[in-house]
């Protein structure tokens, strides 16, 4: 269990993201168009995985906006935004701010990509959602970077999380 924060104030997350050379476990989440996402989808292409807890926040916006641009200049890379919010409102999100370089996915359904890599808030009031945090994987889905973003508020280091690949 991670100790995060929100507004300063204590929460923890359900586990431990994954490590570093593990291979990031298989997932089911809801693309926009309301079909099934799988890892194995992604296959043969690094990932970026753009985690955190609505879209319908400051800072979630601006990580969506960065990594979109930043998308455009990788090779062999897709970010893959992952949050509990409806894929209606990924769409609706990236349609009005022009987002086209990155892959919005949902966990809405049950929660379960969350679960399985340690990163659901487990307490406070955002209890349910996706902490803040990205996790990189390699071309054959090992992982190559992960950080928890340890104040929610905050942006992730993405100079970081781009320059392992």
Known sequence: MASITLGGNPIHTSGELPKVGTKLADFKLVKNDLTIATLSDFAG???????????????????????????????????????????FAQKRFCGAEGIENVVNLSDFNDGSFGKTNGLEIADGVLAGLHSRCIIVVDASGSVLYTEQVPEIANEPNYEAALAVL
């Open 45 to 87: 292409t690094n990932l970026v995985l753009n985690i955190f807890p609505s879209i319908d926040t400051g800072t979630c916006a601006t990580s969506v906006r960065t990594f979109n641009a930043s998308a455009a200049k990788l090779e062999n890379t897709k970010v893959l935004c992952i949050s509990r919010d409806l894929p």
